[in-house]
C-alpha cells in the first residue's frame, strides 16, 4: 500500500515537473523570439516612433532659348516662420494659467478646447509682435494652426509667405537671435519677360508633392515642405529633370514629436538647365504682331521640326501664378480665355489652305495634271446649294496653278465631284492631319478631324452627300485641325515628306536633328512637287497672299478664311500658312487669327498675311546678324 502510494507520489511529481518545463520552454522560446527573431523588427519600430525625415526640396533648373537667353529663373522668396518645438514651455504655461482661471472662477474646462486655445494665442502673439514692426494686421487661422500642430509640428509654421524685401530686411534687423520666429528666404520661379511664351513655358507652383523616393531612409514617417512643382507647358513636360533630386535630413524626436537632434542630413542635388528650340526675340515679334486679337503663330525649323515660335493670344503674366495661385488671378485667366493655348489646342476649320492637300490627293492619283481647265462662273452648284469662291467673281477658264494662286473654289469643287472624300480623307491621314503631332508639351487636343463618310454615320449625321465631299474640299465643313499640325503639314510639304515631327527642345551640344527618317516622301513627282511650290510661291507675289509679299525674300504660302459659330454668332477665322525661301525651304509658318465681336473683319490675305511676313523677316534678318 505505502508502496503503490510512493509510486503515486512520484507519477505526480513526475507530471509537475514535466509541465514546468514545458512552461520554461515556452517562457523561453518566447523569449527568444522576441529578444532575438525580432529583434530588427523592434529596433525598426523604436526607430520609426523616436525619428522623423524631413525632405528638403532641390531647386529648379533654369530654363534658356536657343541662343541661350534666359527664359525661367528662381528667384528668393521671403517668409517667415515659427518653430513650434521652442513653443513648448509656452504652450504648457499658457493651458495651465487659463485652466487656474477656470478652477477659480468655478468652471468646469474641457482640457483639449484649453490647449487649442493656449496654443492659439501664443503663435497670434508672435504674429503681433510682426505685425507691429511691418505694419500688417495678420490673423493666424486656428484650423491651419491646429492641422500644422498635429500633423507637421516638427517642421517651423510659415506665418507669413509674400514678405517684400523691406518687410525681410526690418525683420531680419529687429528679431533676436535664437528667437522662435525666423526669417526664411526660399525660392520662387521668376520670369523676366512676364508673358511671353506663357503658354509653351507653363507655370511652377508651391506644392508638397516631392519626390521622397530613396532618400535617406523610407520606413520613417516624413515630413514634405513646399517644393516649386510643374503645373502646365515646359515646367510641366520636364519637371522630373528641373526638379532635380530632393535632399532630406533624419531628426530624432521628444516623446510629443518635437525635433530634439539631427542625425544624418543629405544635400538636395539641384535641378538640370533647359535649352528650348524657342527663339526669344522671334516669339517677342511674332507676340506683338498678334498684339492683342485673339489668335495664334507658329514658326519652326524645316529641316530639324524645332518649334522657333509658338504663341498663343490673349495670354497672361507667368509671375501671377508662383509661389501660388491666388483665386481671383485663377478666375481672371479664366474668363479672358487665356489658360487655352491656341497653337496645339484650338481646333478649326484650315479653310482654303486645305486646298494644297487637295491638289496633292489630285496629282498623286493621276485625277488632273496642270494643264486641266474648269470654267469657273464664280460658283459651284450641288444640290440646291451654291458653293461661291471667295470674291463671288467668275475666274473664268483656269488652271490648278492660277486656281491656287486665286484660291478657286470652283476648280477644286469641281474637279473632286467625281473623286470623292476617301483620296481627300486618305491624304489627310498620311499627312498625320488626323493625330496629335507628338510634340514634347503637354495637353495637345487629340480631338482633331478629318471626317469620312463611315464617321458621318456614327454620329448619327446620316448619308455622306456630294456637298460634304464639296465642304471639305475647301477646308470648311467638319475638318478640325490645329495651328502646330498645319505648321507642321505646310513644312512637309515644303521638303517633300508627309510629316513633321515637332519638338520644343534644343541641345546646343549635338547636331542638329533631321527629321527625313520620321516620314515618307510626299509621292509627287519632282516636277510636279517643283510647280506645287512654285504655285504658292505665286500666291504671295500676284494672289490672295500679296500682303505677305517682302522687298528682302521670296515668301510661299496660302491663304484661308474659315467660318466658325461662337456664342450663336458666325465668326470667320482667318489663316496663312507659308515657308520661305521657295527654292530652298527654311523655315516654315502657320498663323491663325479669330474674330471675337462685330467690330472685327478677319480675311486671311488682309490680316495674316502680314503677321507672316513680319514674323519671316524677322527671321532671316535675325539669322543674317548671326
Excluded at 481671383?328 to 478649326?348: D, H, P, S, V, Y
Excluded at 492637300?357 to 474648269?374: E, F, Q, S
Excluded at 492631319?433 to 448619327?460: A, C, F, N, S, V
Aim: with cysteine.
Amino acid at each position: 500500500m505505502r508502496a503503490a502510494e510512493r509510486s503515486f507520489g512520484s507519477r505526480r511529481f513526475f507530471l509537475i515537473h514535466c509541465a514546468l518545463g514545458v512552461i520554461l520552454l515556452f517562457l523561453l522560446g518566447g523569449l527568444v523570439r522576441r529578444q532575438i527573431l525580432q529583434h530588427l523588427f523592434f529596433v525598426a519600430q523604436e526607430r520609426r516612433q523616436n525619428t522623423r525625415r524631413v525632405i528638403t526640396a532641390a531647386p529648379r533648373g533654369e530654363i534658356y532659348d536657343r541662343h541661350g537667353q534666359l527664359l525661367v529663373c528662381n528667384r528668393p522668396s521671403y517668409a517667415l516662420q515659427l518653430c513650434l518645438t521652442n513653443l513648448r514651455h509656452e504652450f504648457r504655461s499658457e493651458c495651465v494659467r487659463r485652466l487656474n482661471e477656470h478652477a477659480a472662477q468655478g468652471k468646469s474646462a474641457d482640457i483639449q478646447e484649453l490647449r487649442c486655445a493656449a496654443r492659439l494665442h501664443v503663435v497670434q502673439s508672435y504674429m503681433d509682435q510682426v505685425n507691429a514692426l511691418i505694419g500688417r494686421r495678420e490673423k493666424i487661422s486656428p484650423k491651419c494652426l491646429e492641422r500644422h500642430f498635429w500633423q507637421k509640428r516638427l517642421l517651423p509654421l510659415r506665418l507669413f509667405s509674400d514678405l517684400s524685401e523691406r518687410e525681410y530686411a526690418i525683420l531680419v534687423e529687429k528679431l533676436p537671435p535664437n528667437f522662435p520666429l525666423r526669417p526664411y528666404t526660399d525660392s520662387a520661379r521668376y520670369y523676366p519677360y512676364g508673358e511671353l511664351a506663357c503658354h509653351v513655358l507653363g507655370y511652377a507652383v508651391s506644392t508638397q508633392e516631392l519626390d521622397d523616393e530613396g532618400i535617406l531612409d523610407d520606413t520613417l514617417l516624413t515630413f514634405k515642405p513646399f517644393g516649386q512643382t510643374g503645373r502646365a507647358g515646359v515646367e510641366l513636360a520636364q519637371d522630373s529633370t528641373l526638379r532635380g533630386e530632393n535632399g532630406g535630413e533624419i531628426w530624432s524626436v521628444d516623446p510629443a514629436g518635437f525635433q530634439r537632434e539631427l542625425l544624418e542630413h543629405q544635400e538636395a542635388a539641384p535641378g538640370k538647365d533647359l535649352h528650348l528650340s524657342l527663339d526669344r526675340g522671334l516669339q517677342l515679334v511674332a507676340e506683338e504682331a498678334l498684339e492683342d486679337r485673339c489668335g495664334s503663330a507658329v514658326l519652326l525649323e524645316i529641316a530639324t521640326g524645332e518649334i522657333l515660335v509658338m504663341a498663343s493670344r490673349p495670354g497672361y503674366d507667368l509671375n501671377r501664378l508662383t509661389p501660388f495661385i491666388r483665386p481671383e488671378t485663377f478666375r481672371e485667366i479664366e474668363e479672358q480665355g487665356a489658360w487655352f493655348n491656341r497653337a496645339l489646342q484650338g481646333l478649326f476649320p484650315p479653310s482654303s489652305t486645305f486646298k494644297i492637300l487637295v491638289a496633292t490627293a489630285l496629282l498623286r492619283g493621276k485625277y488632273i495634271d496642270w494643264r486641266d481647265t474648269v470654267d469657273c462662273p464664280g460658283f459651284s452648284q450641288i444640290g440646291d446649294r451654291k458653293f461661291h469662291c471667295d470674291s463671288r467673281h467668275s475666274h473664268g477658264k483656269i488652271n490648278l496653278f492660277d486656281a491656287i494662286t486665286r484660291s478657286c473654289n470652283v476648280f477644286f469643287i469641281e474637279k473632286t465631284r467625281s473623286v470623292g472624300i476617301r483620296p481627300l480623307a486618305a491624304e489627310a491621314r498620311r499627312f498625320g492631319l488626323d493625330q496629335p503631332t507628338g510634340i514634347d508639351l503637354p495637353y495637345e487636343t487629340r480631338h482633331m478631324l478629318i471626317p469620312t463618310p463611315e464617321w458621318k454615320q456614327r454620329r448619327g449625321f446620316g448619308p455622306w452627300l456630294g456637298g460634304d465631299t464639296a465642304n471639305t474640299t475647301i477646308g470648311q465643313g467638319y475638318t478640325l485641325v490645329t495651328p502646330l499640325q498645319m505648321a507642321c503639314f505646310i513644312a512637309s510639304v515644303a521638303r517633300g515628306k508627309t510629316q513633321t515631327r515637332p519638338s520644343i527642345l534644343h541641345d546646343p551640344t549635338q547636331h542638329r536633328r533631321s527629321v527625313d527618317q520620321e516620314a515618307e516622301d510626299i509621292g509627287l513627282s519632282p516636277t510636279d512637287h517643283a510647280q506645287l511650290l512654285r504655285a504658292l510661291e505665286s500666291v504671295v507675289l500676284t494672289g490672295t497672299g500679296k500682303r505677305a509679299a517682302s522687298e528682302a525674300l521670296l515668301i510661299a504660302g496660302k491663304t484661308g478664311t474659315a467660318q466658325v459659330w461662337l456664342q450663336g454668332r458666325k465668326r470667320n477665322v482667318a489663316w496663312f500658312v507659308g515657308f520661305a525661301p521657295p527654292d530652298a525651304p527654311e523655315v516654315a509658318v502657320a498663323i491663325e487669327l479669330q474674330e471675337q465681336d462685330d467690330e472685327d473683319s478677319f480675311y486671311g490675305g488682309k490680316e495674316t498675311a502680314p503677321i507672316a511676313k513680319t514674323l519671316l523677316e524677322a527671321y532671316f534678318l535675325s539669322s543674317q546678324g548671326s
